[in-house]
């Protein structure tokens, strides 16, 4: 017996493409790439500062210095630029 394919015509008939609304998709995307990116610099800064720190003849001021610079050169490329348009 054949499945009714009625109701699943109809509604490929009635889809048009880019009528979508993605302002969830769209939201929830740069959550995740801010998420990424400032997540990845925490996570280079407290691998720059512990592997300095606990280095053979380091110490937590250097290591301290280091990842202080580390932080705000990744914040200064990092952060969001204004549209141009």
């Known amino acids: 017996m054949a499945a009714d394919t009625h109701e ?4 490929a008939e009635a ?3 880019g009528t979508q609304e993605i302002t969830e998709q769209v ?3 740069n959550l995740f ?6 997540g990845s610099l925490s996570i280079a800064v407290a691998v720059l500062l512990f592997t300095m720190w606990f280095m053979p ?3 937590f001021f250097p ?3 280091a990842s202080v610079v580390l932080a705000v050169a990744g914040w200064w490329f990092l952060r969001s630029k204004p549209a141009d348009h």
Not at 8 to 11: F, P, S, V
Not at 33 to 38: A, I
Request: glycine content about 14%; proline content about 0%; cysteine-free.
């Open 63 to 65: 290591a301290l210095i």
């Open 33 to 38: 790439m801010g998420l990424s990116k400032w």
């Open 15 to 17: 889809y048009l493409k």
């Open 57 to 59: 003849n380091g110490g």
């Open 8 to 11: 699943a015509d109809h509604d």
């Open 27 to 29: 939201a929830t995307w």
